[in-house]
């Protein structure tokens, strides 16, 4: 194994059906290491430090939300959960269980497959706080050699309305590091440590949860529809898939009106019809 691969973490009692996650995972270029059960599946991620786990949510020892949780308190890896009950998984998505994903028995590698990718293709945020005023996707990549970077993302922002202590503008090298962490009213997200403070109490987000605040945070004053979350976050192909959007917003909102003082607005507010948008720092 190299230092580059990829790995995943397969956690499934079903011989059958972890032999089919593994070899579509191993396809897909995965270095994958398995467990049949919560209490190995916990040990494997914590010694192999995974980019993805499937986690079946019915094990012989621990239940998968359990397992799922304590996996979350280490790992920052994509969790894609299964099950054989699509009810079962309607019941998670209203929990806060720190998957990133469902998909319900039985699958096809491929329908595997296409998940993943798109949980790949998500932008890791890496944070640039110059970037809410050319585009809302806050993604910087670094650029060939030269240390220059690239926004990724398209379209516009009405306006930069975060208050941000940026020191510098543009976005060739950097002359001194920019303040890693983007404050809005009651709110801090330090895009470095992905930590977010509301009225400084910590918050514990999920992946998929940070990736949604941080992009609406790339220009707050814009109205995000379900549309183009989804197509920022799990990338195209997903359109019928508004719901998860709503899930993850609506847990992601949960959370930090649970940190912020009784009587606080929402940080974010739902814009009839159309979809998201952060509540005016004023107004908080
Ligand atoms: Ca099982």
Sequence with gaps: MTGTERRAVVVEDDDDIRQLITHSLGMQGFAVAVASNG?????LVTSTDPDLVTLDLGLPDLDGIEVCRRVR????????MISARTEEIDRLMGLETGADDYLTKPFSPRELQVRVNALLRRPRTSWDPTAGATGPIPVVVPNGANGTHVVAGSGTADTNG???HATHTGRGPRSGDPDPVVRHGLLAV??????????????????????????MLAAPRRVWSRAVLLDT??????SSEEHLVEVHVGNLRRKLTRAAPAGTRPLIRTVRGVGYRMEE????
């Design 162 to 164: 975060h208050d941000v």
């Design 190 to 215: 330090d895009t470095e440590s992905r930590t977010v403070t509301v009225h400084d109490t910590e918050v514990e987000l999920t992946r998929t949860e940070f990736d949604l605040l941080t992009t």
């Design 233 to 238: 976050l799990w990338g195209a192909g997903w």
């Design 281 to 284: 720092p004023d107004a908080q």
């Design 73 to 80: 308190e280490t790992s920052q890896a994509y969790i894609i």
């Design 39 to 43: 209490r190995e599946a916990i040990d």
